[in-house]
């Protein structure tokens, strides 16, 4: 494996980071210098940051508990932290790490400098800074469904992270969610959340539902035996109402504890929301605000 990589893309505003799964794009707004400066301390910052996680991975690989471990990276115990409250399930700190590690390189960019807003994007999850009366508007996965895909941000929202998690991501779930998108206060929140509420999407014991031991396809996964989705048959509208109905509700709990801000559930072509988010389709000036009933 090559070492950590650093380029610009095509456009010279967006900075490329990779390093073995980390692969992140980063964007500054704000004085040229500061940003800048922002973008050198991005690199400095990626030059460890996998190694690190490496380093504890046997215990991140752990179930949490409603007792936090005492991780010795930062980006580590950003894992711990987000999980902790959902510890009531099945969840490892894995579930956490792509918003983790986000949140962690955000620190990064934001140390000691100035910027009007900012983000770090890891591979579809993301930490975002907003200044002051900013806002941002982000693409969402799992759209085309009659829900636009963008979706808006205001720094009076209080929402720092967005995260995406589904059967079809790059990451193994327990359930049959196209795609769940959850906004929270951290990207390792959202990222953890968006994992459970995922799985939750579900038709247990269904014959169109094609499933693996997660270890039988990763050795080193940390899901172990747990069977996780591989392919998903036809479904009746009923039996995805049904799938869709299981997973609002563990988001709304969240939302009503509140772990989250809001999600959006996506599954063969319905959906569902808790909590409202701030949609604006492409193209569109206007603004609508979509709120689960």
């Known amino acids: 494996m090559n070492g950590p990589q650093a380029h610009w893309l095509e456009d010279g505003r967006r900075l490329h980071l990779n390093h073995g799964p980390i692969d992140l794009i980063i964007e500054a707004f704000g004085d040229a210098d500061e940003c800048r400066a922002a973008y050198g301390q991005a690199v400095a910052r990626f030059q460890t940051i996998l190694q690190e996680l490496v380093d504890e991975l046997p215990e991140l690989r752990r179930p949490a508990s409603s007792r936090p471990r005492a991780f010795a990276g930062p980006t580590a115990r950003r894992m711990e932290s987000a999980v902790v409250p959902l510890a009531k399930q ?172 809001a999600s959006a559930l996506f599954l063969a072509g319905q959906a569902r929301i808790a909590g409202h988010m701030a949609l604006v389709a492409p193209n569109e000036k206007s603004r609508k605000e979509i709120a689960h009933a």
Request: avoid cysteine; proline fraction near 2%.
């Open 90 to 261: 099945f969840i490892t700190p894995m579930a956490a790490v792509a918003g983790s590690v986000a949140d962690e390189m955000l620190g990064a960019v934001l140390a000691g400098r100035r910027l009007d807003r900012a983000y770090v994007n890891n591979g579809g999850d993301s930490a975002i800074h907003l200044g002051n009366g900013r806002s941002m508007t982000v693409a969402i996965a799992g759209t085309g469904h009659g829900l636009a895909d963008r979706i808006t941000i205001r720094a009076e929202d209080g929402i720092r992270g967005i995260a995406t998690s589904g059967w079809r991501g790059r990451s193994f779930s327990l359930g049959i969610a196209d795609a769940v998108t959850v906004l929270a206060r951290t990207g390792a929140e959202a990222d953890a959340a968006a994992t459970l509420i995922a799985n939750a999407v579900d038709l247990p014991g269904h014959g169109a539902i094609e499933r693996m031991p997660a270890r039988d396809l990763a050795p080193d996964s940390d899901l172990g035996d747990r069977l996780v989705t591989q392919a998903v048959g036809a479904l009746s509208s009923g039996e995805i109402a049904a799938a869709l109905d299981r997973g609002i509700a563990v988001a709304e709990e969240f939302r009503r504890h509140g772990l989250i801000a």
